[in-house]
């Protein structure tokens, strides 16, 4: 009895001990282990949840990724004239193999992207001929020797040179002649050109060229049709016209130019303009169209125009020389104040001393009539200004244009051949004022949607750090800009699309890397915001 005693005493505290957890876990005063007869309590909590593991969060840590204030991106436009008219830059000869070609081509690209610059201006409508595939205008007689021919083995040129420049970084910007149907260096019109099979709407000038009547309607639909394909099919970053617009008077010995027919038919329609303001006034209605249709089609496609340098001897006070508002019937002013391009380059191609014609106070002038704030880039004769140091008297047009224009800085080199025939030429830019790479400035005025935050990723892997990047939308990022902070100073570099990762030393120069940060660029030169990690 006493033993079975003592079992039950210890089993009665083994199940009050029991009974007792299970009040503190479900709140309950009392519990009984038979079944109530009463309702339940609607009151008493119910059990908690047992825990629920979890994958390991993939975000990286909070301490890792920090806000900065990282150094603003170095600005400007730094293009090429590429022309192949009368094969004057590419191809050099017109009876070149493709392989020859391209191999010319990729030559060129690398020496403007190993000097800093990042644009190139490729001139693949020399004459209504095609340096592309088109069903519109023959092949270019430049390319094969023979207006129409294709080239064999067959290929896309202007295809080839986009992907060439975009691996570079380099933006592509078409240069097309809008009326200029025939080059007297262009072989002798056969059946296939324009010149031909539009001679309805095309006239012959005293020096053999060919031009295409810019009043005639069907001019402009026809220039107007071009543009559109192009812009429609290629992967381009811009269209960029030159100064032809009305011929130059030497192109038809001083003769007026020959469209009877044209201003007969406006007359007795019972148009009142004097016979040039009409030509100014179907120059001007053109270039609005063009700007208009080529943002239809692709918004972040821009059109640039580069005039010839006067637009009136006068303007400013103290300039002399041709006038392109009387001679080309073009009104470049009124195209820049109404804001019908997206960047205007005029022709500057003077010395910085030329008493008629200086460098200075032409592009003031400009400057004070871009009213809408378009870019404004100069182009300058790289390749035979009249002055006894060519590289000296570039560098300091450069300098000057900095001055004048700011953080909207640019110019336009004509041609690629200054570049390359002049020994000092590139050295001295890149080591001056091209000493380091530069996105082009921002285009404000074009809408487009904001690229989304890239992603980085980081690893020690001892000596240096992997870094690695990339972005959702990555078909509309053109450029990445990397950040690496150095004894918590920061350093910047442009980088071209396809570069994704990169080892970046932990220690250089006696100094430690602190942080890594990165950036998409868009087709505009917009900047993503950035995302930065720290390194420890």
């Known amino acids: 009895m006493k033993v079975n005693k003592l079992k039950l005493i210890v089993l009665s505290g083994i199940f009050a001990s029991f ?129 129409g021919k294709a080239p064999y083995p067959n290929y896309d040129p202007l295809q080839f040179w986009i992907d060439e420049a975009h691996k570079r970084g380099l933006e592509l910007h078409v240069w097309l002649n809008p009326y200029r149907a025939h080059h007297t ?107 208009k249709e080529i943002h239809a089609e692709k918004s972040y496609v821009r059109f640039g125009i580069s005039p010839f340098g006067i637009w009136k001897p006068g303007y400013p006070a103290g300039i002399v020389g041709s006038s392109q508002y009387d001679e080309l019937y073009a009104d470049a002013k009124l195209w820049l104040n109404k804001g019908w391009v997206d960047y205007f380059s005029p022709q500057l191609y003077w010395p910085v001393d030329s008493k008629g014609q200086g460098f200075e106070a032409l592009l003031n002038w400009w400057k004070s009539e871009n009213s809408m704030n378009r870019h404004l880039w100069p182009g300058l004769n790289t390749v035979e200004i009249k002055v006894s140091d060519r590289p000296a008297e570039i560098k300091n047009q450069i300098e000057i244009s900095r001055q004048i224009l700011g953080k909207d800085a640019g110019e336009i080199h004509w041609s690629i051949a200054g570049l390359t025939k002049n020994a000092s030429m590139l050295p001295t830019l890149k080591n001056g004022p091209y000493s380091e790479k530069a996105l082009v400035p921002k285009t404000p005025w074009i809408k487009a949607v904001p690229l989304q935050t890239p992603t980085l990723f980081t690893n020690d892997n001892g000596s240096f750090v992997q870094a690695s990047w990339s972005n959702k939308n990555i078909k509309d990022v053109f450029q990445w800009v990397l950040f690496t902070q150095y004894n918590g100073v920061w350093q910047t570099e442009i980088l071209t699309l396809d570069t994704l990762s990169r080892d970046i030393p932990k220690f250089k120069d006696g100094k430690t890397l602190n942080g890594v940060a990165i950036k998409a660029i868009d087709r505009l030169g917009n900047e993503s915001d950035y995302i930065a990690k720290k390194v420890k």
């Open 19 to 147: 009974t007792g957890c299970s009040v503190q876990n479900n709140s309950v005063k009392t519990a009984s282990p038979t079944k109530s007869t009463t309702k339940p309590n609607n009151n008493i909590s119910k059990p908690k949840e047992p825990a629920v593991t979890t994958k390991p969060v993939t975000t990286p840590p909070a301490e890792e990724v920090f806000r900065t204030n990282l150094p603003e991106i170095k600005r400007e436009f730094r293009g090429a004239w590429v022309a192949s008219v009368a094969n004057i830059n590419w191809p050099s000869r017109n009876n070149l193999t493709v392989e020859q070609q391209k191999a010319e081509a990729v030559n060129m690209l690398d020496m403007l992207k190993n000097n800093n610059f990042n644009a190139v201006i490729f001139q693949i409508r020399p004459s209504a001929d095609a340096l592309y595939t088109s069903n519109i205008e023959p092949w270019s007689y430049f390319l094969t020797g023979e207006t």
């Open 185 to 291: 260096n262009g072989g002798y019109p056969n059946s296939l050109s324009m010149a031909n099979k539009l001679s309805d709407i095309v006239v012959r000038l005293k020096n053999g060229m060919y031009w295409f009547d810019p009043a005639n309607p069907k001019t402009q639909g026809h220039v107007s049709n071009v543009v559109k394909d192009i812009v429609k099919r290629y992967d381009i970053d811009a269209v960029h016209f030159d100064d032809y617009f009305y011929p130059y008077a030497a192109y038809n010995k001083g003769a007026d130019f020959p469209d009877n027919a044209t201003w007969n038919a406006y007359t007795n329609s019972g148009g009142t303009l004097t016979r040039a303001d009409w030509r100014r006034d179907n120059v001007n209605k053109f270039v609005e169209r063009i700007y």
